[in-house]
């Protein structure tokens, strides 16, 4: 938790079709730190992970990531976009949960989570099963290990892909409404793991979320998000008790 810049969006421009869906973009978080978007539907916040998954490319503005641009690389001492096995290096700095857990039917969930730590970053066999019965020890899966992902709840299924993307000690976790997908019951088990997370882990964390009070529990800091800006960033109790702007208070009266 050095605090050093870990995500920086510099001047950040995405349009789809004729939309402008993120418009001259700024915003960075430190290393360690919990930073959450808030904002309506459709003002950008999912937009802002998918670019840093590079599931799609931003039109103007860079994007770095550890220091790194994830949208470029340096070529002969000229910036030039990045090509794709500099965008894959950056990348294995960043793990992601989606909303809809995305784990692979046909396998295990000890294979799940030990699949890419072996083929992408080249652990044995031995050393990625010992780390993922850890991580599923800390979801509080350790019994399931031989299970196939229908055979657990959703909340189970959420837990096992947190556990996934923490196989491959990224040094950010992108979370997008990760209980979304969920029935209300399954939601409060999903977001204790990720309280328990935050608060005994140094990873840093970038949250989407509808979940006010998990929102106020785990940031550091809290990005609301009007028409692709941040119009308003601060602590949960400023944003929370004290916000400053209308379309924040506006928000926040439609959502707690
Ligand atoms: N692939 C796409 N093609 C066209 N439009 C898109 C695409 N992806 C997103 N958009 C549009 O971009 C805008 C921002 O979408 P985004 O999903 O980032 O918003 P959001 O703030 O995450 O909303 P929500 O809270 O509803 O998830 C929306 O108007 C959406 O319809």
Do not use: W
Not at 131 to 152: F, K, N
Not at 201 to 216: K, N, Q
């Amino acid at each position: 938790m050095d605090g050093s810049e870990l995500i920086r969006f510099d001047k950040v421009v995405k349009r789809f079709g004729g939309n402008t869906v993120l418009d001259e973009l700024d915003f960075s978080v430190a290393s360690g730190k919990h930073v959450t978007l808030i904002g309506p539907s459709g003002s950008g916040k999912t937009t802002i992970l998918r670019l840093l998954m590079t599931l799609i490319k931003p039109d103007e503005g860079t994007i770095k990531v550890g220091g790194e641009y994830l949208t470029h690389e340096q070529k002969n001492g000229k910036l030039v976009p990045a090509g794709e096995k500099h965008v894959r290096e950056v990348r294995k700095n960043i793990g992601m949960v989606f909303q809809q857990f995305n784990l692979f039917p046909n396998m295990k969930v000890l294979r799940n989570i030990t699949e890419a730590p072996v083929t992408v970053l080249g652990l044995s066999k031995d050393e990625a099963e010992e780390r993922a019965r850890e991580l599923l020890d800390m979801v509080g899966l350790g019994d399931r290990c031989d299970a196939y992902p229908t055979q657990l709840s959703g909340g189970q299924q959420q837990r096992v892909a947190i556990a996934r993307a923490l196989a491959m000690r990224p040094q950010v976790l992108l979370l997008d409404e990760v209980t979304s997908a969920l029935d209300p019951e399954l939601v409060a088990g999903v977001l204790d793991v990720l309280r328990d997370i935050a608060h005994t882990t140094d990873i840093t964390m970038l949250c989407v979320t509808h979940e006010m009070s998990f929102a106020r529990d785990i940031s550091d800091q809290v990005l609301m998000f009007d028409a692709g800006r941040v119009i308003e960033s601060g602590s949960p109790e400023k944003i929370f008790s004290e916000p400053e702007h209308e379309r924040t208070r506006e928000f926040l009266s439609a959502v707690l």
